[in-house]
């Protein structure tokens, strides 16, 4: 628990006031961050120095700081919430820096995520997706006991892998195209491995995939950006199985 | 019909139409080989079998391989141009973790192999790049089409034998990418198979620039004359 | 006064079924003509607004972030409870019930936590039709752990994620009615006031966060569902935005805050590395399952390896002092347990801040793999945090505030004392007590929402006139300039310290003297210095920017203002209660460091009353009877 070494780093962070505003980089100097700050943490140090300059502070988007809400998101040297192995921004910490570095900082860019303001983006396309049919639809009361249906541990623990997706948009925001293919495909095949999930199967995954169309991301090239994006690890077999659903649905 | 106009419906078309022509490519290939002198008479015997097929088996093969090169060309073109707006603004830093060159690089491949496609078919099968070699005015002894005789003399030239296999290269790079892209998008992959469709994707890319460029190489240095 | 809780009477086993025949009926057709408005959108906010959506009302749920699926309920990692007996284990109904009564140390109503157990399989059905992936064992059959000092296994789980997997159910079951248009979704909004109109709750007043605009809401019905307020001891699991606005904007229009005091701190989280800390994160109970808990016997050994102390000289507190229960005793047990080491001296870490749970027998026993499929992600998410490999040196660990049993008070239909106005999940006081078992707060937020609101509702809402208070009531406009002037008040003071400033210094001041462990002195230190702390906020806080744009300073220093009111209030309930209960110790109350109830003069609900600024609040009782579980001492030694 060494605290008393510290960092001075860097930042170029991308400042835009509002939706219209073209926006453009600044440049600012973190000083004294240790090894145990996390990344949120330095920029809020950022930031009380800024507002006792009576400067504008760094504006983004935060809630539960421990990896599971999915409100974070930013872009860290060009790598969706800083290229660590399956972590959020929030839970990326200083460590992995060293001091005199300089970090580049950007909101998610994609034509389906336009920028609210600073590093905020507004990601209520993924919501839609969701509407458009990631759901069962079954009713408040009235279904079956819960052990009525079995589901072997296997397909139980596929469909939680699948699951595990914080709806945070880094798989969007890494890919080159802007495609919600894993998010989507995660919420697909979650339901589409379930029992409960197989009778809507066929409409959901039609449904889901014109609502990606229709909010703007773009299509899958197969890069597997959103896999390296990903703070979950969602596996692209998921974006295999919302294919061969899609195909199924074809002919359904 | 959501296969024409959605996402994963002009995936799924582009994939198809794809590896269609990557089978294409392997019975190509095969053909090609004969030059090396496994059938009696060579690969102008075989150009020969080709040619006295029904026509219109061959206007049906040629059609269909044409249906599908435009298929694969017009929805690739689409879905790039697409996909370009899909990110407006790039980001400052480019980091690419997965990405590579080859499935960067697919709409520029795919457009180098269309034109050379263009040329290959102009140069050996309308034969009117260099009409003084063409096989099918200048038939070999036995009466058929000779092709050994066009094909080693187009290769015999440094600048023909570079292009066809520079090409070989880009056709590499797009089948490196798009093999295993075919099986991800028709969803025939899991994360246990999904390494090894990679590699065996690769394996038969690598497959077909060898087995292609060994014909200019092979006629270039002289072994096969 | 003396408050009723309208609970059923009769035998127990009945009471809900008698209740909910009692209860009026909204014609189907007259449904759709009543408006609802939902605030916050987590396990009890999502539930209800899918609902009620469902049932025909029309419903506008509200929510701060950006989407309804981000609410902290999502945090919750262990599980959710649930008397299904699937273990043939001994559990029932009575069982979970009489667990829930005890474990919240005598201080909850037996009707509502009867009607949580009965309607806690009901949740697990529905969550398992809405397509959660519980944990299953390899026929296929839902698997279920013990959790949280429970002697049967009765609590769910998916992964270390059920309370996201919960909400996800929630949200999807909410998008499939925000898609049908029964239900308006507004995101990034808060509510800064509650519209009561001629006593009556009828509306809300909201800021939108991206625009700064103010928006008025009319409803016949409001229900908060907004969550904890431990974010007042400034370092805590909650989110960074979690916060008591909504609810003591409510109880400043006359919702009473009832058994503020009653806050829950988590034994188990990441201890704090620094100053500039800005929150704690939990590290799922269910570690205790396997993990040892100990301290060096000796101070002089807390600077070393914990590798090189023998094990002759560690001290298992918790296996000494509860032999029975263990490393599995209680939350608040086990946190006083911990906070008791660390101040006499052999905490381990930095400032001495923490004690060790520690691994090692269980991989001996287990094998490190079977530890890793149990616990996995938790070990990644220490490691990410602290650098320190949990598999190989024992993780350190200190108690944290994590939530609050408190809140507005409700009566068994849910409804606070303003009519219209109803409040569920950890927003309300009803089923906790004093202290909350593991696994039972996703029970309640769901319960709540799915199964309790749809009927209740029904029952006040077919007594009121459908559209009575439309947004253009000058009260209204009033409750807009309200909040515009006080937003203005905030914007103008240009002072030299920061919002964070002051949230962190209430927060040293709330967990120094109103955290683990109270005593009269240090109360009344508090109930000094937090309204001084109040007054210089109010001079010198600096908050820049405008009110008509994106704001976070602004949005930050509302509810730190709040806060600072707030703090006063639960410091003072803590003074009142001359007793030792739950997660409410009070130092001169112990028999040998267990909590000393006093039945006699304590066994109430206290529900405060706002009297207006920097007034004292008046407190109001509802007794609390027990027909059913025999106050007894709790012990789980």
């Known amino acids: 628990m060494s605290d008393h070494k510290t960092m001075t780093l860097t930042l170029i962070v991308w400042r835009q006031k509002n939706a219209s505003d073209p926006g453009k980089f600044e440049t600012y100097t973190a000083k004294n961050i240790t090894e145990h700050h996390s990344f949120l943490e330095m920029l809020d140090c950022v930031n009380e120095d800024l507002i006792h300059t009576g400067k504008d502070p760094i504006v983004f988007d935060h809630d539960c700081r421990e990896g599971i809400c999915g409100m974070c998101s930013q872009v860290i040297n060009g790598a969706p919430h800083g290229g660590q192995d399956r972590t959020t921004v929030c839970q990326l910490h200083m460590r992995k820096f060293k001091d005199g570095d300089t970090i580049y900082i950007e909101p998610w860019r994609a034509r389906a995520f336009p920028i609210i303001r600073d590093l905020i983006v507004d990601r209520s396309a993924l919501d839609k997706i969701i509407q458009a049919g990631g759901y069962t639809s079954c009713h408040t009361g009235g279904v079956a006991d819960g052990n009525a249906i079995l589901i072997p541990k296997p397909v139980a623990d596929e469909a939680m892998d699948a699951a595990e997706c914080v709806g945070c948009g880094a798989c969007v925001a890494g890919c080159p195209n802007g495609a919600a293919m894993l998010f989507t495909g995660a919420k697909i095949s979650q339901l589409a491995l379930l029992p409960q999930g197989q009778a809507e199967a066929s409409a959901r995954v039609r449904n889901m995939s014109d609502a990606m169309t229709e909010c703007g991301f773009g299509n899958c090239t197969n890069h597997y950006e959103c896999m390296a994006a990903c703070p979950k690890g969602i596996n692209v077999k998921f974006i295999a199985r919302m294919n061969r659903e899609f195909l199924k649905a074809q002919f359904a | ?225 | 006064m003396i408050l009723d809780g309208k609970c059923p009477t009769g035998p127990i086993e009945k009471t809900w079924d008698k209740h909910r025949f009692d209860l009026k009926l909204v014609n189907p057709a007259n449904k759709r003509k009543y408006n609802v408005i939902v605030v916050g959108t987590g396990l009890a906010g999502g539930a209800a607004a899918a609902s009620l959506g469902e049932l025909g009302y029309n419903v506008q749920a509200f929510c701060y972030q950006d989407s309804p699926r981000r609410a902290h309920s999502i945090a919750a990692q262990g599980g959710i409870n649930a008397a299904k007996n699937y273990p043939n284990d001994g559990d029932s109904i009575y069982r979970l019930f009489y667990d829930t009564i005890k474990g919240g140390d005598f201080r909850a109503r037996e009707a509502d936590v009867w009607r949580l157990a009965q309607v806690s399989n009901n949740i697990i059905d529905q969550c398992v039709a809405q397509g959660v992936p519980f944990a299953r064992d390899y026929a296929g059959y839902l698997d279920n752990r013990s959790f949280g000092g429970a002697q049967v296994s009765r609590t769910f789980f998916a992964r270390g994620q059920t309370g996201q997997q919960l909400l996800l159910g929630a949200y999807s079951a909410l998008s499939r009615q925000i898609k049908l248009g029964t239900v308006k979704m507004y995101e990034r909004r808060e509510m800064l006031d509650l519209v009561v109109v001629d006593g009556v709750a009828k509306g809300i007043t909201c800021r939108n966060l991206v625009s700064g605009q103010l928006e008025s809401y009319a409803a016949d019905a409001v229900c908060l569902c907004t969550g904890g307020f431990v974010n007042v001891f400034y370092l805590s699991t909650n989110a960074m935005g979690c916060s008591v606005t909504a609810n003591w904007k409510a109880h400043r229009k006359g919702a009473y805050f009832a058994n503020p005091c009653y806050t829950q701190i988590h034994p188990t989280c990441i201890p704090q590395a620094g100053d500039y800390q800005s929150k704690l994160t939990l590290m799922s109970e269910s570690l205790r399952n396997d993990g040892r808990v100990w301290v060096p016997k000796k101070k002089e050994d807390c600077g070393k390896h914990p590798n090189e102390i023998p094990e002759d000289a560690r001290d298992y507190y918790l296996e000494r002092k509860y032999p029975s229960f263990g490393n599995l005793a209680p939350r608040d047990i086990a946190s006083r347990a911990a906070k008791e080491q660390c101040d006499d001296g052999r905490g381990v870490g930095p400032g001495g801040r923490g004690v060790y749970l520690d691994f090692a027998d269980s991989i001996k026993r287990l094998g490190e793999d079977t530890i890793r499929e149990r616990y996995g992600n938790l070990f990644e998410m220490y490691e990410k945090i602290t650098d320190e490999n949990g598999y190989k040196r024992p993780m350190r660990m200190y108690p944290a505030p994590h939530y609050a049993m408190g809140g507005l008070w409700v009566d068994y239909n849910l409804m606070s004392n303003i009519p219209g106005l109803f409040v569920l999940g950890e927003a309300n006081f009803s089923v906790h007590g004093a202290n909350r078992l593991g696994a039972s707060a996703l029970m309640q937020g769901l319960a709540d929402g799915y199964f309790v609101i749809p009927y209740t509702i029904g029952g006040y809402l077919a007594t009121v006139k459908p559209g009575q208070a439309k947004a253009d009531h000058p009260e209204f406009k009033k409750c807009e300039d309200d909040v515009k002037s006080y937003n203005d008040k905030l914007l103008s003071i240009n002072g030299k310290k920061t919002v964070f400033e002051f949230m962190r210094e209430l927060g040293g001041l709330m967990w120094e003297n109103c955290g683990m462990a109270r005593t009269k002195e240090s109360l009344e230190i508090n109930l000094k210095k937090i309204p001084a702390l109040r007054e210089e906020f109010w001079k010198n806080v600096k908050v820049s920017g405008s009110g008509a744009e994106l704001n976070q300073q602004l949005e930050n220093a509302g509810r730190t203002a709040d806060f600072l009111e707030f703090g006063e209030l639960l410091c003072r309930d803590a003074l009142h209660r001359n007793e030792s209960c739950g997660g409410h110790f009070r130092v001169e109350y112990q028999d040998e460091g267990e909590a000393q109830r006093d039945d006699v003069n304590y066994c109430y609900v206290g529900a405060w009353e706002f009297k207006g600024d920097n007034k004292v609040p008046e407190l109001h009782k509802e007794p609390l009877t027990f027909e059913n579980v025999h106050l007894a001492v709790r012990s789980y030694k």
Request: hydrophobic share 55%; aromatic share 12%.
């Open chain 2, 1 to 225: 019909m959501q296969l024409l106009k959605s996402s994963i419906g002009r995936k799924i078309l582009m994939a198809i139409t794809g590896q269609a022509m990557v089978l294409f490519a392997v019975i190509h290939l095969l053909g090609n080989s004969s030059i090396f002198g496994w059938l009696p008479g060579g690969i102008n015997a075989y150009a020969h079998h080709l040619h006295s097929l029904p026509a219109p088996v061959i206007i049906g093969f040629r059609l269909g391989l044409l249906v599908f090169v435009c298929v694969h060309v017009w929805f690739g073109i689409q879905l790039t141009i697409e996909n370009r707006g899909g990110r407006p603004q790039q980001y400052a830093v480019k980091t690419l973790q997965k990405a590579t060159f080859a499935s960067e690089n697919m709409i520029w491949t795919g457009g180098l192999l269309v034109a050379f496609i263009l040329y290959h078919l102009l140069h050996f099968t309308f034969q009117v790049v260099s009409p003084e070699t063409a096989a099918l005015s200048h038939p070999d002894s036995l009466g058929n089409p000779n092709v050994l005789g066009m094909v080693v003399a187009a290769f015999q030239n440094m600048f023909v034998t570079l292009i066809y296999a520079g090409a070989m290269v880009v056709l590499f790079l797009h089948l490196s990418h798009g093999i295993q892209s075919f099986f991800q998008t028709l969803g025939w992959s899991n994360d246990r198979v999904q390494p090894f469709i990679t590699k065996a994707g690769t394996l038969v890319a690598l497959g077909l620039f060898l087995g292609y460029a060994a014909v200019p190489l092979t006629i270039l240095l002289r072994i096969l004359k």
